[in-house]
Nanobody, 116 residues
Framework: QVQLVESGGGLVQAGGSLRLSCAAS????????MGWYRQAPGKQRELVAT???????NYADSVKGRFSISRDNAKNTVNLQMNSLNPDDTATYYC??????????WGQGTQITVSS
């Protein structure tokens, strides 16, 4: 079982920045992939960014150059630095972990609202 605790959501003006953090814990050998997804009202959940245990990253085209994902393997944490936020970034953001032994886990979600 894996527990994910997210922090850092909130309200920000367009052009501003926020940082999300997620701490993973549980009786898991390793967290192969950690990352963030988001879901806006009326839309499907979509990838924001992921990072694997070797530090290889993957970003949605819509956030490239604005968002930066990082992880601390010793602490099992993943962070998402979000800059130049715009109203289209408004959504509930979910921490995601692909753990070994195999299993996908989701955080409870944290709301980010970007005002214009």
């Amino acid at each position: 079982q894996v527990q994910l605790v997210e922090s850092g959501g909130g309200l920000v003006q367009a052009g501003g920045s926020l940082r999300l953090s997620c701490a993973a814990s549980g009786s898991i050998v390793s967290f192969a992939v950690m990352g963030w997804y988001r879901q806006a009202p009326g839309k499907q959940r979509e990838l924001v960014a992921t990072i694997n245990s070797r530090g290889i990253t993957n970003y949605a085209d819509s956030v490239k150059g604005r968002f930066s994902i990082s992880r601390d393997n010793a602490k099992n944490t993943v962070n998402l630095q979000m800059n130049s936020l715009n109203p289209d970034d408004t959504a509930t953001y979910y921490c995601y972990v692909l753990a070994l032994p195999p299993g996908s886990y989701w955080g409870q979600g944290t709301q980010i609202t970007v005002s214009s």
